[in-house]
């Protein structure tokens, strides 16, 4: 029935469902390359959108096998996507076959691969003058992209899952289809381009609490300095008051983490530890500080002792 109906009559279809309670309408993602018109004289930065598909989750045993990106100007101010300047979207052979498990999720094949490598050279010319990179997910797309492309180590890095108060602004989960679904439209999930496409267009939105884009609330949270407190030696009952306050077990480490942001929040949560996990005791604890170019890589900032 649909191949005998016009674009327009579908969206009069469509909008007549909109209107009724019992139905959501949700319209395929197409990609803009203009999402807002500067004015003349407007300062802009570039950023870029970054996702990777690979042959598994270890960066140290898996390889990259795509690598989706879009260089696009915004404006530091307000966070407004004016328009995507580059498109890149490459694949590359991995040198051994990839996973069954692997393909069930973005079906790139040995076949589609073979013989590929993506372009270093194009790939560092798109990374000139970029301010930030963003994935969704960055703590798994930075380790596999630096260890391919050293360059990243240098660039300031942002997570759109983590940058984001997702649960604050009101939605019940981070993950891109069910936060661009929330926005009214679907796309064709894990393929790498196709993702970007799909978070490039979610940063653009105006967030529904703070009523701001979400690019600027992930901009905001980049330009904090964060930092990674260590509970050494934390006493074993309290185990369960950490994790709840949201702090992460670390089997290496053999310890508790948490990170802050700013100044006032590292010494809320030096007194809190101390009150509620030393007792008041004379006790040491770690701090590492993150800035753009350590978060979510696998390597550390600098790191510093602090008596409680």
Known sequence: MTDTLTPQALEQIAQQLEQHPDYRVLRRLVPRHTMNQAQPGQRLCKGVVLDTET?????NNDRVIELGM????FDPETGVVYQVLNVFDELEDPGFAIPPATIAVHHITDDMVQGKRIDDAQVAALMKDVQVVIAHNAKFDRPFVEARWPLFQKLNWACSINDINWRDEGFGSAKLEYLVGTQGYFYEAHRAEAD??????LLNRVLPQSQQTAMLALLETLNKPQEKIYAINSPFETKDMLKTRGYRWSAELRCWSRVVAGPKERQQELDWLKSRVYGQRS????IETQGGQVRYSNREGHKEMVTL
Request: aromatic residues 10%; negative net charge; hydrophobic residues 55%.
């Open 70 to 73: 879009l260089v696009f100007e």
């Open 196 to 201: 970007c496409w799909a978070l490039l267009e």
């Open 283 to 286: 006790a040491r604890v770690e």
């Open 55 to 59: 042959t598994g989750l270890d960066s």
